[in-house]
């Protein structure tokens, strides 16, 4: 079983739609979780820390489950610019980040 | 300035060479990493140095060695390259928090061909 699992999409939504992304992880002891954001030939960068009690910024809302081992991310009023690959990414043992394979969203006009 | 600088950014070289990749950050780490990206777009780690020592070394051909003269530098050394190595590179670090590790930030990547 892989550390971190996301559905690969790709997702095509059109402008201003609410998509949901969720990922699974398989480290019942993983403290840290993050959304990261990978453009086409681009670096991964932050989205957003994924607290226990969930939490939001601005149009992204993040969502942890620990019983279930279950992160979830929520876009609401999508635009074109939210086009991209979403990566869950899971702290594993010692120092390392565990990334899921990615999530590819299309946001259409 | 850049946060975590890796050089070079394209690599173009021909099976059996020997090349290195550098990278550096100034963001006052303790831990880095490298982390390959291949064509499926998977970012699988490779090596994580935490203070100049080696914690994490994934199952990675010996043709590939890390080397941390100083916890801001890693650089990645490569020996006898191989098709199969053509991948994008990432360089990365992070802080150990009160609750874990921090969030990584990235290099810019090293797109490395072998031909």
């Known amino acids: 079983r892989k550390e971190v699992e996301q559905d690969p999409g790709p997702f095509n939504v059109p402008e201003g739609a609410t998509v949901a992304f969720n990922c699974t992880y398989s480290n019942s002891a993983s403290q840290s979780f993050f959304w990261y954001r990978q453009d086409c030939r681009k670096e991964p960068k932050l989205l957003m820390s994924?607290?226990?009690s969930g939490n939001e910024d601005g149009r992204f809302t993040a969502q942890l489950n620990r019983a279930s081992q279950y992160i979830s991310l929520l876009i609401r009023d999508s635009k074109l610019s939210d086009s991209a690959t979403y990566l869950c990414?899971?702290?594993?043992?010692?120092?390392?980040?565990?990334f899921g394979k990615g999530t590819s969203l299309l946001v259409t006009p | 300035d850049t946060a975590v600088s890796q050089t070079p950014k394209y690599l173009v070289t021909q099976m059996g060479n020997d090349k290195s990749i550098k990278c550096e950050q100034n963001l006052g780490h303790d831990t880095m990493y490298w982390y390959k990206q291949d064509s499926k777009k998977f970012l699988k780690i490779m090596f994580s140095y935490n203070n100049k020592e080696l914690i994490i070394n994934e199952t990675v051909p010996n043709r590939f060695s890390p080397k941390s003269p100083d916890k801001a530098h890693l650089n990645l050394h490569i020996n006898s390259l191989e098709l199969g190595d053509s991948a994008v590179y990432f360089c990365?670090?992070?802080?150990?928090?009160?609750?874990?590790?921090?969030?990584?930030?990235f290099g810019q990547g090293t797109r490395l061909t072998v031909v």
């Open positions: 994924v607290y226990s």
């Open positions: 990414v899971v702290k594993g043992d010692g120092y390392a980040l565990n």
């Open positions: 990365a670090s992070s802080q150990d928090g009160d609750r874990g590790l921090r969030e990584a930030f």
